[in-house]
C-alpha cells in the first residue's frame, strides 16, 4: 500500500491483520493487493479505468461467476467487524449462487 496513505495504512496494520479477516480470507477468498498509485505501469492503468478506481484504498469484491458486488465496494479505512460483514455478504451471494 502506499506508504503516504493513511487509510491504507489501517487497512493493513488492522483490519487486514485481524483473525477472523485473515480465517475468512484464507479459507473462502483469494484476496489481490496493487498498489495503483504508482504510474507508468499500464496494467494498473487500466485496472483503475477498468474499475472506476476514485481513490485509495479502494476493496472491490466479486461473486463466484468473477462480477463485482458494488454494494460491497469500499474506498476508506472500515474496521475488521465491518469488513466480515462485507465477506459474510459476498460470500452468501456466492454460495447462493445469485
Given at each position: 500500500?502506499?506508504?503516504?496513505?493513511?487509510?491504507?495504512?489501517?487497512?493493513?496494520?488492522?483490519t487486514f491483520r485481524d483473525p477472523e479477516?485473515?480465517?475468512?480470507?484464507?479459507?473462502?477468498?483469494?484476496?489481490?493487493?496493487?498498489?495503483?498509485?504508482?504510474s507508468g505501469n499500464p496494467l494498473y492503468e487500466k485496472l483503475v479505468?477498468?474499475?472506476?478506481?476514485?481513490?485509495?484504498?479502494?476493496?472491490?469484491?466479486?461473486?463466484?461467476?468473477?462480477?463485482?458486488?458494488?454494494?460491497?465496494?469500499?474506498?476508506?479505512?472500515?474496521?475488521?467487524?465491518?469488513?466480515?460483514?462485507?465477506?459474510?455478504?459476498?460470500?452468501?451471494?456466492?454460495?447462493?449462487?445469485?
Amino acid at each position: 500500500s502506499a506508504s503516504w496513505c493513511t487509510p491504507c495504512r489501517e487497512l493493513e496494520d488492522v483490519t487486514f491483520r485481524d483473525p477472523e479477516v485473515v480465517k475468512q480470507a484464507q479459507s473462502n477468498f483469494i484476496m489481490i493487493k496493487v498498489d495503483l498509485t504508482t504510474s507508468g505501469n499500464p496494467l494498473y492503468e487500466k485496472l483503475v479505468m477498468q474499475y472506476s478506481v476514485k481513490g485509495v484504498p479502494t476493496v472491490v469484491f466479486f461473486d463466484a461467476y468473477g462480477q463485482e458486488r458494488a454494494d460491497l465496494r469500499l474506498v476508506d479505512f472500515i474496521p475488521a467487524d465491518q469488513f466480515l460483514n462485507r465477506m459474510t455478504q459476498a460470500k452468501q451471494s456466492s454460495d447462493s449462487g445469485s
